[in-house]
C-alpha cells in the first residue's frame, strides 16, 4: 500500500476550516490516502486552532508554523494546500514548487497574470503538481448541467447571461478588510467571486474569445457593523465592487455578465447562468426545450448518465465539492486521476476576470488571447511593480 501524502496547511483563516473535515470525508469514504502533517498561518493562534481542528477530528495533531518556509525546511510534507489572501499565492507556491512540493492552491490561482505565468513556469520547470482549488463546478447541479448540455439536447449555445447583484448593504466589509484592498486582493469582486463565474463559462459554454468591461469602485469606504448596529472605523475600499462586461465565446455565442458585492435596500438581482441554443434554453438548473418540453438536470443525471461518469465525478459517493478537490489533488499525486482545475485552467478562468477590468481601464474590447500573454496591464501594474512580480 502506498504510504499516505503528508500535506501541510498553509494559511488557517475562513476557507481552511473545512480542510480537515474534507480529509475526514474522504477517509471515511474509502480515500484513507492524505495526512494533515503540518499547518501554518502568520497568525499562531489560527494555526493552532486549525491544529486543534485536526486532532480532534482526524485523531493526529499536525506540526504548528507560522513561517511557512521552516515547514518546507523540513521533511514533513510531500504537497501544499494554500489557503492565503491573493497577495501571497505567488510566492508561497512557487516556494513550495522549489522545495519539491505538490501544490494547490485557492482560488483564483494568483493576483495578477504575471504572477500565475511564474507559477505555471515553475510547476513546469520541478515537475510538481500544480492544481487550483475550483470547487463550483464539481457540484452535483453543475455535473448535471455539464451532462444535459453533452447530451446535445440545447444545440449550439448563442446567448449566455449571469446577473448577480449583492443585496448586502452597500458599505459592510465582505468577508475579511483585505478583500477590499488592491495589493491584497488583485481585482476585487470580478477576480474573487468572478473567476468561479468565469470557471462556470468555461466548463458549460467553452473559451471567452474577446470581453468588453465596465468596472467600478462603487463604494469608497466599508465597515464592520457589530450585533449592536455599532459601525467600526471606516476602512478604505481600493478595489472595484462592480463590473459589467459582454462576452464573446470562441463557439460564437455571445453573452453578458455582471456581478457586484454591494447593492442597496436589502434587495439582489440574480439572473443564474442561462444558456440559449439553437433548440432550447438552459435557466439554472432546468432545460426549457423548444417544443414545450422540460426538464429538470439533476434528476436528468440521476436518472440517465452512466454509473461511470457518476463514480468519476462523485468518488465514494462524495458530494462536497470541497472534498472532492482536495481529494482530486491527493489521487492525481498517486497517478490514479488527472487534475481537472490545474494550473492552466485556473490561469485561463482569471484572465477573463482580468479583461474585464483592463478592458475597463483602456475603454476598449479585449481579446482573451493578449490578456493571457500578459498584454493589457494598466491596472495590473501597480500591483505588479508594489509586489516586485517579474
Ligand atoms: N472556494 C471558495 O468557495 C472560497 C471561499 C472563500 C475563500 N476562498 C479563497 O481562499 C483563500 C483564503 O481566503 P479566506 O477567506 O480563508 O481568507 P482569510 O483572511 O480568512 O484567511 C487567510 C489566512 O492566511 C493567512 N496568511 C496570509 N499570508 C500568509 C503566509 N505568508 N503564511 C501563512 N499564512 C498566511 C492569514 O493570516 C489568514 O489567517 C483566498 O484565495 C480566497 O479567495 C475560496
Redo the contacts with the bound molecule.
Keep these: 500500500m502506498n504510504q499516505k501524502i503528508r500535506v501541510g496547511l498553509?494559511?488557517?483563516?475562513?476557507?481552511?476550516k473545512s480542510r480537515s473535515r474534507c480529509l475526514k470525508e474522504s477517509t471515511d469514504a474509502g480515500y484513507d490516502i492524505g495526512q494533515l502533517t503540518a499547518v501554518?498561518?502568520?497568525?499562531e493562534e489560527?494555526a493552532h486552532s486549525a491544529a486543534d481542528m485536526a486532532e480532534e477530528l482526524l485523531g493526529h495533531r499536525p506540526r504548528v508554523f507560522t513561517d511557512?518556509r521552516r515547514m518546507l525546511d523540513e521533511d514533513i510534507v510531500d504537497a501544499v494546500d494554500v489557503?492565503?489572501?491573493?497577495r501571497?499565492?505567488h510566492t508561497?507556491v512557487n516556494d513550495a514548487l522549489e522545495a519539491g512540493r505538490h501544490c494547490l492552491v485557492?482560488?483564483?490561482l494568483a493576483i495578477t497574470i504575471r504572477a500565475a505565468r511564474s507559477m505555471l513556469d515553475t510547476a513546469i520547470r520541478t515537475g510538481k503538481l500544480l492544481g487550483v482549488?475550483e470547487?463550483y463546478r464539481r457540484a452535483v447541479n453543475q455535473r448535471a448541467r455539464r451532462y444535459a448540455l453533452d447530451q446535445g439536447l440545447l444545440g449550439e449555445p448563442k446567448i449566455v447571461i449571469q446577473i448577480s447583484i449583492s443585496g448586502r448593504p452597500p458599505q459592510v466589509v465582505v468577508?475579511?478588510p483585505?478583500r477590499h484592498r488592491k495589493l491584497d486582493a488583485g481585482m476585487g469582486w470580478v477576480l474573487?467571486m468572478g473567476v468561479h463565474e468565469t470557471d462556470l463559462f468555461r466548463y458549460h459554454v467553452g473559451d471567452v474569445k474577446q470581453v468588453f468591461g465596465s468596472a467600478k469602485k462603487l463604494t469608497p469606504a466599508r465597515y464592520f457593523i457589530d450585533a449592536l448596529g455599532i459601525k467600526s472605523e471606516a476602512l478604505e475600499n481600493s478595489v472595484e465592487d462592480a463590473a459589467f462586461a459582454l462576452l464573446e465565446f470562441e463557439c460564437g455565442a455571445t453573452g453578458v455578465w455582471g456581478l457586484t458585492s454591494t447593492g442597496h435596500g436589502g434587495e439582489a438581482t440574480s439572473v443564474p447562468l442561462t444558456i440559449y441554443g439553437e433548440e432550447g434554453c438552459l435557466k439554472g438548473d432546468t432545460l426549457f426545450l423548444d417544443g414545450g418540453r422540460r426538464i429538470e438536470v439533476e434528476e436528468f443525471y440521476k436518472d440517465s448518465a452512466p454509473t461511470e461518469l457518476k463514480r468519476s465525478q462523485f468518488p465514494g459517493g462524495l458530494t462536497n465539492p470541497v472534498t472532492l478537490e482536495q481529494l482530486e489533488f491527493l489521487r492525481a499525486i498517486n497517478g490514479d486521476v488527472e487534475l481537472e482545475t490545474d494550473g492552466q485552467a485556473g490561469l485561463e478562468a482569471m484572465a477573463i476576470s482580468c479583461a474585464v477590468i483592463e478592458s475597463s481601464e483602456e475603454n476598449l474590447p479585449l481579446q482573451i488571447a493578449d490578456v493571457l500573454q500578459g498584454r493589457h496591464t494598466s491596472y495590473q501594474d501597480e500591483i505588479n511593480d508594489a509586489l516586485d512580480i517579474s
Design positions: 498553509i494559511g488557517s483563516g475562513g476557507m481552511a501554518c498561518d502568520l497568525i489560527r511557512y489557503v492565503t489572501d491573493h501571497s499565492h508561497i485557492e482560488k483564483p482549488a470547487n468577508g475579511t483585505w474573487d
